[in-house]
């Protein structure tokens, strides 16, 4: 068979599907009571809540500083990461006659992530969009994915229960060449276990539920509730009104949603909302951490092994 020249595109939704990846994607319907969402107990003992050093007076909520996200991939370190994987797929696929173009570079969100961690907490923000997303915020979507059934085949490999099977006189590798690459950049660095791999994010989901559940945030998300009432509007904690059905529906902020985001903003500012939840969260981190050290110094090393590898690879 002569080399393709077909252009594809290596989605993230299509590996996770090709290779039967856990913690792809998740969703779980919203609770009526704040940190409701994971009916899993977490791996941290939180019956007693850890001490909080100092709270910060915060209006804002970019460019947090988590003690978890040590041991989490940062925007820059996925980056480096996604070209390794795709200069390593793409040797493997020239190697079975096919052309594939790496994924759009990686612009990442942890800003976008901080600053809608709290619910709204900028003052402009709230008055354009409301609860809704900034959608100029993400970038345009990457095209969608259109493999042939033969690059399909060497890029993910046989799925289904298929047998192994060769493509131009040549054996596929294990999980196709997706799945070739992959180890390659992790095969350096010690083994966790695929169920282990997303574990920092794992903690850091748990420690932001639990935060909403200690008696220090709930004293401010009384005071936020009441100071919201004085406007005309009952939200019992912030998530409530971001989280409000009535909102959901509409493509865009109407004029109520505005509203309630500006008041939501300023009650947030007058009783020091963010500074205290920030402050209470990062305690939970800090113990989540140390309950946890072991585990995720695995996670540091295998990071910092495919990050070399990658580099290797000739990724920046």
Request: hydrophobic letters at 35%; one cysteine or more; aromatic letters at 8%.
């Amino acid at each position: 068979m002569s080399r393709s020249t077909t252009v594809r595109l290596l989605g993230a939704a299509l590996v996770c599907a090709a290779l039967g990846l856990t913690g792809c994607a998740s969703g779980s319907d919203s609770g009526d009571e704040p940190g409701s969402r994971s009916k899993e107990a977490p791996p941290v003992d939180f019956k007693n809540p850890p001490k909080v050093t100092a709270t910060p007076s915060m209006s804002g909520a970019r460019n947090l500083q988590l003690p978890l996200e040590a041991y989490a991939w940062t925007d820059a370190e996925e980056r480096t990461k996604r070209q390794g994987e795709d200069l390593l797929a793409a040797e493997c696929m020239r190697g079975f006659g096919f052309d594939l173009e790496p994924r759009p570079l990686y612009r990442g969100d942890k800003a976008l992530r901080d600053a809608h961690r709290y619910g709204v907490t900028d003052p402009a923000t709230a008055s354009r969009y409301g609860y809704h997303p900034d959608p100029t915020a993400r970038g345009a979507r990457p095209p969608k994915e259109n493999y042939s059934p033969a690059e399909s085949l060497v890029l993910f490999g046989p799925q289904d229960g298929q047998k192994a099977q060769e493509q131009n006189g040549k054996a596929i590798p294990k999980g196709g060449c997706w799945g070739k690459s992959l180890r390659g950049l992790a095969s350096a660095g010690p083994k966790v276990h695929p169920d282990k791999e997303e574990f920092a994010d794992q903690l850091a989901g748990f420690t932001y539920q639990e935060s909403q559940k200690d008696s220090r945030v709930k004293k401010v998300f009384a005071a936020w509730s009441a100071c919201m009432k004085e406007s005309g509007y009952s939200y019992a904690h912030p998530m409530a009104a971001v989280e409000d059905k009535r909102f959901a529906k509409a493509p865009n902020a109407t004029p109520g949603e505005l509203r309630v985001a500006e008041a939501d903003v300023a009650c947030k500012r007058k009783h020091n909302v963010i500074g205290t939840w920030y402050a209470v969260e990062v305690a939970y981190q800090n113990r989540a951490v140390e309950k946890n050290q072991q585990q995720l110094n695995t996670l540091k090393d295998r990071k910092a092994a495919i990050l070399k590898a990658a580099a290797a690879a000739g990724a920046r």
